[in-house]
């Protein structure tokens, strides 16, 4: 195994960007170490700093063969062992295990099975065991090397700029270091390229290089896709496409506006709670299946939705009661890079998050859905309202219906009573409706019990049944 020997400008470098994906500090050697080498060699591989503390501070190490002997002990022990190059940095007192990707993965130490997920090393389940197993020969789509591609030509200084600004790293000359660090590139036979990662956040018109990389955000009139009212393909990186997904949202959702005591500024509210619309956009962009190019990222609205989906049911290996409290990286330097950049907080806590703003906000919960597709819904409040109004309002009416026909009832029965022999006719002009409607009414009044016709249409009369107008003045004096 070569490695390549870490300068000070890199050593620099790494000092500044912290720990990730494929960087892990430690100040000195000891029981925890096993399952740092191991998590690096069932991962993409990777460096440790022995000699530098958690707050990126160099507090050195001795170089001792004493040392040496113990980590390279350390690394046979495990099963398989993993191989290992040690590299000492005897300027700054610091030692560099290099950790390539191991070729006999999984590999264990005695604390059991782990891969490197962000910036820590996480402890494998049987499932995860099992899941990884099955996946082995499967490249990552965020580690494939684009050797199509000059790295020169194809880097957008700007959006590297941008990155850059938003994760607190000070520009560097040494551009191929910088890149490899982040895990946007490698190297291959000595030739720096960039892959898949670093084309998806640093490269011009990446939508050119990955053609199924793009979100589709689209609204729809009423509650299916019949009538398209808006659509827009986003073409940017990644940082920029959820950003731009975002304002799409914020153009086509409904806002209310609130004045508080602690300001006389208005604060615009929208319908749904933007971190948690912010935390489902990213969700879908980091965790999508890549290698899936027959579909996209979605993004659609409806009269009483919101639909945010993503090529890619769970993860292999993550059940579904561990949903929402762990994580499973189906792209790990992806997600490396939105938490550098504060886009994510920690690994597998967006879900929680989106839960707990809509509970804040008393918003309906999200609607989860995972299949070939993991789709994230969300009902909207101000459809919900106005249906109920609806409703509340058919209801009010159909009240006002009910009491009509109630009074309307009892002048009939009233009319009835003073003269059982009256016809229709003179119901109808006596009450003011038409022949029909009292009809209707009689009809009605029959089928309840309350009224019956004695004789023949002709020379006969009504009876009121005393039982059941009894009834109806009882509940008459209730309402």
């Known amino acids: 195994m070569r490695y390549r020997k870490t300068t000070g400008e890199e050593l620099a470098l790494v000092l500044e960007e912290g720990e990730g994906y494929s960087l892990e500090f430690k100040q000195n050697v000891n029981s925890d170490l096993p399952k740092e080498l191991v998590a690096f060699a069932n ?15 160099i507090v050195g190490c001795a170089f001792t063969n004493k040392i040496v002997s113990q980590i390279q002990t350390m690394a046979a022990a495990c099963d398989p062992p993993v191989a290992i190059e040690i590299e000492k940095l005897p300027q700054h007192n610091i030692i560099v295990i290099h950790i390539p990707e191991g070729v006999n993965r999984p590999h264990r130490c005695n604390k059991g099975f782990y891969l490197r997920n962000g910036a820590n090393s996480q402890k494998m389940t049987t499932l995860d065991i099992t899941a990884f197993i099955q996946d082995e020969g499967r490249v990552r789509f965020d580690h494939q090397l684009r050797l199509d591609l000059n790295w020169i030509e194809t880097l957008d200084e700007n959006r590297l700029n941008h990155f850059l600004q938003l994760a607190k790293i000070s520009q560097k000359t040494d551009m191929k270091n910088l890149l490899v660090n982040l895990g946007a590139g490698d190297y291959k036979d000595g ?3 960039f892959n898949q990662t670093g084309v998806l956040f640093f490269s011009k018109e990446p939508s050119l290089r990955l053609f199924h990389v793009n979100v589709i955000c689209a609204l729809f009139k009423g509650t299916t896709k019949a009538y398209i009212l808006d659509r827009k393909e986003l073409t940017g990186n990644l940082l920029e496409n959820v950003e731009d997904t975002l304002i799409f949202l914020k153009k086509h959702l409904q806002l209310r506006w609130e004045i508080t005591s602690k300001s006389t500024r208005r604060k615009e509210i929208l319908e749904l709670p933007e971190v948690a619309l912010r935390e489902a956009v990213i969700n879908a962009v980091c965790h999508r299946d890549y290698l899936e190019h027959g579909a996209q990222v979605m993004v659609e609205i409806f009269d009483d939705r919101v639909e945010i989906y993503n090529p890619g049911g769970l993860p292999k290996g993550l059940p579904e009661k561990d949903f929402g409290r762990r994580s499973i990286c189906r792209n790990p330097n992806i997600a490396d890079l939105l938490l550098r950049c504060d886009y994510i907080e920690k690994m597998g806590s967006g879900i929680e998050r989106i839960r707990e703003a809509l509970k804040k906000e008393s918003s309906p919960k999200v609607k989860i859905e995972y299949n070939t597709m993991f789709s994230l819904v969300f009902l909207r409040p101000t459809y919900i309202t106005s249906q109920e109004s609806v409703k509340t309002r058919e209801e009010t009416r159909e009240e006002t219906r009910e009491e009509t026909r109630e009074e ?10 003073m003269d059982p022999k009256i016809t229709m006719v003179r119901l109808a002009e006596q009450i003011g409706l ?8 009689i009809t009605q009044m029959k089928k309840q019990g309350l009224l019956k016709r004695i004789g023949h249409r002709k020379g006969g009369h009504w009876k009121i049944l005393k039982e059941e107008i009894k009834k109806i003045q009882k509940n008459n004096k209730r309402i």
């Open 43 to 57: 991962a993409s591989g990777g460096r440790i700093f022995i000699g530098v503390n958690d707050q990126n501070k």
């Open 191 to 193: 030739q720096f390229y």
């Open 408 to 417: 309307t009832r009892e002048e009939i029965l009233s009319q009835i009573r």
């Open 434 to 441: 038409t022949q029909k409607g009292i009809e209707w009414q």
